[in-house]
């Protein structure tokens, strides 16, 4: 079993920063392939970032390339989304997601929800203009 916790939402002003981080428990954290999606009201969850379980690839929405960063440390179990130049369109809660298994590829990144098996609870990122 997997359980993840996200913390570092907030409110934020326009052009601001927000680091987001979720902690893994288990021991199959150095196995999973993650990503961060959000939700806003009324949208269908979307991907924002995803990395490989090694860490070397990763993957962005177009929305958010040049001004996300997504990276983790396996020595700890947390995958962090680092959130630049913040626009009221990045306004929505933000979820942790894991696909742990031995049969997920080092260098793999996976972009659809239904490629998860587990979500944090998620946080709410608020961005005013």
């Known amino acids: 079993q997997v359980q993840l916790v996200e913390s570092g939402g907030g409110l934020v002003q326009a052009g601001g920063s927000l680091r987001l981080s979720c902690a893994t428990s288990?021991?199959?954290?150095?196995?999973?392939?993650m990503g961060w999606f959000r939700q806003a009201p009324g949208k269908e969850r979307e991907l924002v970032a995803a990395?490989?379980?090694?860490?070397?690839?990763?993957n962005y929405a177009d929305s958010v390339t040049g001004r996300f960063a997504i990276s983790r440390d396996n020595a700890k179990n947390t995958v962090d989304l680092q959130m630049n130049s913040l626009k009221p369109e990045d306004t929505a809660v933000y979820y942790c997601?894991?696909?742990?298994?031995?049969?997920?590829?080092?260098?793999?990144?996976?972009?659809?929800?239904?490629?998860?098996?587990?979500w944090g609870q998620g946080t709410q990122v608020t961005v005013s203009s």
């Open positions: 288990g021991r199959t954290f150095s196995s999973a392939a």
């Open positions: 997601a894991a696909r742990p298994g031995p049969i997920v590829r080092s260098g793999a990144v996976y972009l659809a929800p239904t490629d998860y098996n587990y």
């Open positions: 990395i490989s379980k090694s860490g070397i690839n990763t």
